[in-house]
């Protein structure tokens, strides 16, 4: 999987806060129901964990699962600041794990699966495996690029900067050819 900068997902944590449902989280909530057990895939630096766990019911244990053990050393450093300044208290492990080459081994039944920002980068085959293995498990996956751009202003330069972008998002991150915007 390709490794992300800790000093990019600080600078996109506030924006990525704002787009997040509200709704979707609350029905996840309600699928969960006590003392949830979850794993978040791809966790990064904890964006995700930070955001999600407030919303969730109390007794709440995570298993956090990134490649990069700098960024899990990232999440792992923020969890004892973050949870004096909203007063959350759940139980966190952070394992490094290579998704694209580990998943498989996952033990996924009975908890909840979410992930941030990554199924864009997933190849199909590799969504279609964890699909299948979470039929009967709540999932919630947000900030999925969707293909949707806009500049303002337009500038005449908008459509190569969108192609190249495109064609980034579709690059092999890890998992085999990546789904980008499909």
Known sequence: MSRFAADWLALREPHDRAARSGALAGRFAKALGPAPRLVDLGCGTGANLRWLGPRLAPGQRWLCLDRDRDLLARAEA????????????????????????????????????????????????????????????????????????????????????????LRHQRRDKGFGPALGPQ
């Not at 007063?87 to 080459?101: K, M, S, T």
């Open 78 to 165: 923020a969890l004892d600041g973050w949870r004096a300044e909203v007063g959350w208290r759940g139980e966190v492990r952070f394992e490094a794990l290579d998704l694209a080459i580990g998943s498989d081994s996952l033990a996924l039944d009975g908890v909840a699966v979410t992930a941030s920002a990554l199924l864009d980068l997933a190849s199909a085959a590799w969504l279609d495996a964890l699909a299948a293995r979470l039929r009967r498990s709540p999932v919630l996956i947000a900030l999925s690029f969707d293909g949707r751009l806009a500049w303002q202003p337009a500038l005449a330069e908008d459509e190569r900067v969108r192609a190249r972008f």
